[in-house]
């Protein structure tokens, strides 16, 4: 099956552990927000100094903090301060430049107008919602998302998210910059969540639930803007083991 890319756990001289993110394509992006859940979750279950509520991982994005929810030694459930939401053009970042924002601004696709809201989260998104007549989300984002990612307005390529406001909850597909179609993202759900308080579609300062293809997860951003919060569960899947030097003599 693959998957959207490699985690690599590495030493960090600031905090417990420095991630990378690889992307499928090769690609490095700066972060990865459920990735991250999974990194501190081994970091917990693997290493007996690290058994405590709170680990902090370094990534490209910078420093963050992970607060990790234990039931019998196993870590279930992970909440990551993900930092500000950068929202300017410069910080995101778009073409043309600046320092104002980018909200509900128009874009074209393939002969097809949208409005996008962009987000960093210490990589780009394009966040666009669409009404419930627009059509199915994943449809959408297959369709569209590749030539949105790679659109000129994105100088550094960009995740792009087609998503609908439900019952005060989000629904979200999201074509993943390097990946494609992606079952979840947690930057994307961010990014997502800063977008419907901006284009007031939902409240800033209430957690929300975002859905996902795999999965929900729980998204709070601050009143003034100054942080956002993202809690959802980590799971093993599958454990094993790499011989690296047959795969250099491989390749």
Avoid at 17 to 41: P, Q, T, Y
Avoid at 145 to 167: C, M, Y
Avoid at 186 to 202: K, S, W, Y
Avoid at 233 to 240: I, K, L
Wanted: charged share 25%.
């Amino acid at each position: 099956m693959g998957a959207d890319g490699v985690l690599a756990i590495l030493p960090s001289a600031t905090a417990d552990a420095r991630m990378r993110v690889l992307n499928a394509d090769g690609s490095e992006a700066e972060m990865c927000g459920n990735g991250i859940r999974c990194v501190a979750k081994v970091l917990y279950e693997s290493d007996p100094d690290l058994r405590r509520p709170e680990l902090r991982i370094e990534t490209g994005a910078g420093l963050l903090t992970c607060a990790v929810d234990v039931e019998n030694h196993q870590v279930r459930t992970v909440a990551v301060e993900m930092g500000r939401p950068r929202l300017t053009r410069d910080e995101i970042p778009l073409s043309p430049a600046g320092a104002g924002r980018a909200l509900r601004e128009a874009i074209t696709a393939d002969g097809r107008s949208f409005a996008f809201t962009g987000v960093s989260m210490g990589n780009p998104h394009a966040v666009i919602f669409v009404d419930a007549d627009a059509g199915d989300l994943r449809a959408l984002a297959e369709r569209f998302g590749p030539t949105l990612e790679r659109a000129d307005r994105f100088p550094k390529r960009a995740n792009i998210e087609f998503a609908r406001v439900r019952d005060k909850q989000i629904d979200v597909v999201v074509w993943e910059r390097g990946c494609g179609i992606t079952l979840a993202c947690g930057t994307g759900a961010c990014a997502t969540a800063v977008a419907a308080g901006l284009e007031d579609r939902l409240p800033l300062g209430m957690e929300t639930l975002v859905h996902l293809p795999g999965g929900t997860l729980a998204i709070a951003v601050a009143p003034d803007l100054s942080g956002v919060r993202m809690r959802g569960p980590a799971r093993t899947v599958f454990a094993g083991e790499l011989d690296l030097g047959r795969l250099a003599h491989a390749s």
